[in-house]
Structure formats: C-alpha cells, structure tokens
C-alpha cells in the first residue's frame, strides 16, 4: 500500500478563519476515507509580527518544525511550502494572492474570492500563465452533502429544476454587534453581507443551477438586485437578489429562477433551533430537495417528491439524509482535500468550482453591487499591484 503523501501547507494570515482550517487539517483524514493524502503545515505568517505567527503555531500547529515569520513576503519565499492557504479579509485577496503567485506559490485562497470580477480575472490569468494551481475556497461546495445534491440534479431524480431560493442572514443590531470598524461592516475590508456571506446564497444557486449543466449551456444570468445600506458605513446590511438563467438542469428544456438573499439584521434561523426549516430549496419537476441551514455548514437535507410522482395513488415517501463530520471536525478538510489533490495531479484548477465559474459569481456580484449603489474605495477594487493596504505588512 502506498504511504500517503505529505502536503505542505503554509497559512497567510492568523485569524479565527486560518485557525479552525489548521485545526482542521490535522484530524486524521483516515476518518473520512482519505488514504493518499495527509496534511502538514511548516509555515505561518502573521502581517502584524513574528510573535503572532509563533502564538499561532504554539495553540494550533502539530507539526514538528514550522516556521514563523512577520510578513507575508517571507513567507513566499518559504521553499517548504507546496501550497498556501490565503486567510486574509477579501479586501486583501488581490494584492496577497498577486505576492505569492509572483513568488510561484499554489494557492486555495478564502472566499470571496476577490473584492471584484476584474481582479479574479487577472489572478486567474497570471496563476495560468505561471503554470500555478489556484483555488477558491467555497468548502461548502465539496461536502459530500453538496455532492449528493448535485448528483441527485444531473441524474434527474428532480426532475427539472425550475427554482433555487437560498437565504444566509445572521440576524441582530449591526451597530451593537459591528459598530463601524469591525470587518463585517468596514468599507476599507470590502465589509457588508454580499461578499461575506451572501457569496454562500450564491454558492447554492450556481452549484445547482449553473455547475450542473453542460459547459456549452452555462449562460450568464438575467439579474434584479435590491439592496439596503448600513447608515454606519454604507456597507451593504440587506441585500436581495432574483436571476434567471436561460437553461434549467439537467434538460435545458426550460429556464430557471432563482432568488438569493443575505442580511445583518434579520435571520435565516431566529430561534438557533432550525424551527423555520430550511436555508435551501431546490425545487423541481419531480420533487423538491430541502436543506436545513446554515448555508454555509448544512449537515442534512430532505427530499420531498411529488405526491403523484410514483405508482397512481401513492404517495413516494420523504428521503431524510443527515451527514456529519468525522473527527469532529468543521468541514473545513474537504476543500484542503482538493486543492492537495488538484496540487499532486498537476492541475492548474479544481473542477468543483473552475475559474470560469469563479468569475462568472464575481461578476454577478459586481452587477448587484451596481445595481445597488456599493463602491468600495479604490485601494481595495484596484487591479494594479503592488498596493500598500491598511493593516497590512509585507
């Protein structure tokens, strides 16, 4: 039996985030039948200091020799590096993902991926013209929940799927919880719902109604877009958003809607109790599928077909499905999976999310920030580089 192989991470930054994905990566990947692959990490670096990045390491490292440093730019430089995990605010994802490929580094960067469509399509550019791996990550999209989903959409078990609606909305005061500085609602962070968590509404939308499809049948969407500004910072707070592709899956004989949505003040699951039931419906010709929130972590979902579409006079019963984490893990190991894998392979992209349908969900973001009035300062939605942003050492 081949001993599996080592992969090499090196973390970009040490928040909350960059410390639940190291947490992650050393739960035994056996536990979830991972046998060809298992993880290290042998360098961290923080933007504020080296002390950071050794406090870091000391409460989430257990690999036996891993560096630290106090910028970005020695840790590109790292050659014990294969891949580099980018953990920053997504106001920063340009300019730190532009370091390291200029640096020849592979890199699963956070989501969203970009404060904009341009700057994706730039890095996109320069990682395939540097022969690098590049990734996106939206983790949802590779939980073996998410899998299932969309295999049970091109295998037809829904029929056509004719509507998506998807909702990711935290719900409380923003001005007790945020204030104007915290990242959530800070314009100079790209801060505000779309991009930090209506990307997951989106996510469910694309990878149901989009990624399913034929290459030659994803189409751009049609996009009605409303949005409600934050009078703390003018950040987004509530946004709204209905689409329409041209080509339902899994025939294409029909278009499809959808309607995404995510808000700082109301909630996707007031009570934390999953009491208003599901985050997700996908909804079908045949059946619909059903899935308990959040939309970013769900662990269960329920299809519901049509009471007439089994033997005349039956009613075909509800398919429950619950899903878990092995190892008590966040999910977190699943994206890291790929990217190791697509890095091992030679690829240059991960088939889950490629960079053609990365940009395309940019792009749609991009219209609805239009629609909505939501520029943020031109430091952050620049594509020159490089560009010293605030907070941020190389």
Same mark, same amino acid.
């Not at 035994?28 to 039948?33: A, C, E, S, W």
């Not at 700057?119 to 550019?125: D, G, N």
């Not at 009605?224 to 025939?251: I, R, S, V």
């Given at each position: 039996?081949?001993?599996?192989? +080592?992969?090499?991470?090196?973390?970009?930054?040490?928040?909350?985030?960059?410390a639940?994905?190291?947490?992650?990566?050393?739960?035994?990947?056996?536990?979830?039948?991972?046998?060809?692959?298992? %993880?290290?990490?042998?360098?961290? /670096?923080s933007?504020?200091?080296?002390?950071?990045?050794?406090?870091?390491?000391?409460?989430?490292?257990?690999?036996?020799?891993? /560096?630290?440093?106090?910028?970005?730019?020695?840790?590109?430089?790292?050659?014990?590096?294969d891949?580099?995990?980018?953990?920053?605010?997504?106001?920063? $994802?340009?300019?730190?993902?532009?370091?390291?490929?200029?640096h020849?580094? $592979?890199?699963l960067?956070?989501?969203?991926f970009?404060v904009?469509? /341009?700057?994706?399509?730039?890095l996109? @550019?320069t990682? @395939?013209?540097?022969?690098?791996?590049?990734?996106?990550?939206?983790?949802?999209?590779?939980?073996?929940?998410?899998?299932?989903?969309?295999e049970a959409?091109?295998?037809?078990?829904?029929?056509?799927?004719?509507?998506v609606?998807?909702?990711?909305?935290f719900?409380?005061?923003?001005?007790?919880?945020?204030?104007k500085?915290?990242?959530?609602?800070?314009?100079?962070?790209?801060?505000g719902?779309?991009?930090?968590?209506?990307?997951?509404?989106?996510?469910?939308?694309?990878q149901?109604?989009?990624?399913?499809?034929?290459?030659?049948?994803?189409?751009?969407?049609?996009?009605?877009?409303?949005?409600?500004?934050?009078?703390g910072?003018?950040?987004?707070? #509530?946004?709204?958003?209905?689409?329409?592709?041209?080509?339902?899956? =899994?025939?294409?004989? %029909?278009?499809? %809607?959808?309607m995404?949505?995510t808000?700082?003040?109301?909630?996707?699951?007031?009570?934390r109790?999953?009491?208003t039931?599901?985050?997700?419906?996908?909804?079908?010709? @045949?059946?619909?599928?059903?899935?308990?929130g959040?939309?970013?972590?769900?662990?269960?979902?329920?299809?519901?077909?049509?009471?007439?579409?089994?033997? =005349?006079?039956?009613?075909?019963p509800?398919?429950?499905?619950?899903?878990?984490?092995?190892?008590?893990? %966040?999910?977190?190991?699943?994206?890291?999976?790929?990217?190791?894998?697509?890095?091992?392979d030679?690829?240059?992209?991960?088939?889950?999310?490629?960079?053609?349908?990365?940009?395309?969900?940019?792009?749609?973001?991009?219209?609805?920030?239009?629609?909505?009035g939501? @520029? #943020?300062?031109?430091?952050?939605?620049?594509?020159k580089?490089?560009?010293?942003? +605030?907070?941020?050492?190389?």
């Amino acid at each position: 039996m081949t001993a599996p192989k +080592p992969i090499r991470w090196g973390i970009m930054a040490t928040g909350g985030i960059a410390a639940t994905f190291v947490k992650d990566l050393f739960i035994d990947p056996k536990l979830r039948g991972t046998n060809d692959i298992v %993880h290290e990490v042998t360098a961290v /670096a923080s933007s504020s200091s080296k002390s950071s990045a050794e406090s870091f390491i000391s409460k989430y490292v257990k690999t036996p020799s891993c /560096a630290a440093y106090g910028s970005y730019a020695e840790l590109v430089k790292d050659t014990n590096v294969d891949l580099l995990y980018i953990a920053s605010p997504h106001s920063h $994802h340009f300019q730190n993902c532009m370091l390291a490929l200029t640096h020849d580094k $592979h890199i699963l960067c956070e989501k969203s991926f970009t404060v904009n469509a /341009a700057q994706a399509r730039l890095l996109y @550019k320069t990682a @395939k013209e540097r022969k690098l791996f590049l990734m996106e990550a939206v983790w949802t999209r590779y939980f073996p929940l998410s899998i299932e989903i969309r295999e049970a959409i091109t295998s037809g078990k829904l029929g056509d799927v004719l509507r998506v609606v998807a909702d990711n909305s935290f719900g409380g005061s923003p001005e007790d919880k945020f204030g104007k500085d915290h990242r959530m609602v800070n314009m100079d962070l790209a801060g505000g719902a779309l991009l930090d968590l209506g990307i997951y509404s989106l996510t469910w939308v694309f990878q149901c109604l989009y990624h399913t499809l034929p290459a030659e049948k994803r189409c751009f969407p049609k996009i009605a877009a409303q949005m409600t500004h934050y009078p703390g910072t003018g950040a987004d707070e #509530h946004t709204t958003m209905l689409l329409q592709f041209p080509h339902a899956p =899994p025939t294409s004989t %029909h278009p499809s %809607h959808a309607m995404a949505s995510t808000g700082l003040r109301t909630s996707t699951d007031p009570d934390r109790r999953n009491t208003t039931r599901p985050a997700i419906r996908i909804m079908g010709t @045949k059946g619909e599928i059903a899935v308990d929130g959040p939309a970013f972590r769900p662990m269960s979902y329920r299809f519901i077909p049509y009471k007439d579409s089994g033997e =005349p006079g039956s009613t075909p019963p509800v398919e429950d499905r619950e899903f878990s984490f092995p190892g008590n893990g %966040h999910g977190m190991y699943y994206e890291a999976d790929e990217a190791a894998r697509c890095w091992k392979d030679g690829k240059l992209e991960s088939e889950g999310l490629t960079w053609e349908e990365s940009t395309v969900i940019m792009e749609v973001m991009d219209e609805v920030r239009k629609q909505g009035g939501l @520029k #943020h300062p031109e430091s952050i939605e620049t594509t020159k580089y490089p560009v010293e942003l +605030p907070g941020t050492k190389r």
